[in-house]
């Protein structure tokens, strides 16, 4: 009585195979998706050093610093060869 339907799997069987087939190939492509993206942002992330213009933009945006101060630092960076563009 071990084989009810006979010693071949029935439509369940395939139908369960197959199922799982996709579910384990899914999950393999997810989590090389997954692993590649993770990679990929930390090595940008760390290697990447605000610009000198970014910083000051920023530091003008958060109201450390006044226009006044901005635009006499900007100048100051562009006399000394970093290319700024025109604000």
């Known amino acids: 009585m ?4 006979g010693p071949d799997m029935n439509g369940w069987g395939y139908a369960l195979m197959t199922l799982s ?9 997810f ?18 050093q605000p ?12 109201g450390e610093i006044d226009e006044q ?3 006499q630092r900007l100048q100051t960076l562009r006399e000394h060869g970093r290319h700024v563009p025109s604000p």
């Open 21 to 29: 087939m996709l579910v384990f190939w899914g999950l393999v492509i």
């Open 31 to 48: 989590a090389v998706v997954v692993g590649w993206r993770r990679v990929g942002r930390d090595e940008r992330s760390a290697d990447r």
């Open 2 to 5: 071990m084989w009810w339907y």
């Open 69 to 71: 101060e901005y635009r």
């Open 51 to 62: 610009r000198p213009e970014e910083v000051l933009a920023h530091r003008f945006a958060g």
